[in-house]
């Protein structure tokens, strides 16, 4: 479950200068259960290890102290091999990988789910290549996007 918008606006505000200023991506906010569970997910070139999480985390734990961010339990990790992708910098960054994009509405043929190749930006739409064409995928009506881990 994500958080409210305005909670995890506000979150963000608070969390990307800190993140960003050690060096890393803030890549998502997510809170659950009332605000009392707070993830982060960070990434760098090269990936995030433990000592990473650990270091942000023990940053993080400070500036909410003195913000008065309420919290319980904090976990900060990589975002994984399915890395979700919510920037157009991110679709961009990772042209040439395989990803499943979701709309949020369907285009004329009824289709909301597509699995391709990114092939980048243009504007505001997320260009991919799926069965030999390139389809132009509206930025702002992306519901969710995810990178397909090659294995």
Do not use: W
């Amino acid at each position: 479950m994500g958080c409210g918008p305005i909670f995890c606006l506000s979150l963000e505000n608070v969390v990307q200068p800190v993140v960003s200023g050690m060096g890393y991506e803030l890549v998502d906010v997510q809170a659950s259960n009332g605000g009392r569970l707070l993830r982060l997910f960070i990434d760098k070139p090269g990936g995030v290890g433990l000592e990473d999480c650990a270091a942000v985390s023990r940053q993080l734990s400070r500036v909410f102290e003195v913000e008065g961010i309420e919290y319980e339990r904090l976990e900060v990790s990589s975002p994984g091999l399915d890395r979700p992708l919510r920037k157009a910098g991110d679709f961009a960054r990772f042209a040439g990988r395989k990803a499943e994009v979701r709309m949020r509405t369907a285009d004329a043929t009824g289709r909301r789910r597509f699995v391709g190749m990114l092939r980048g930006t243009s504007g505001s739409r997320v260009e991919m290549e799926l069965e030999g064409k390139t389809v132009a995928l509206e930025l702002a009506d992306v519901e969710r996007a995810r990178l397909i881990p090659e294995i």
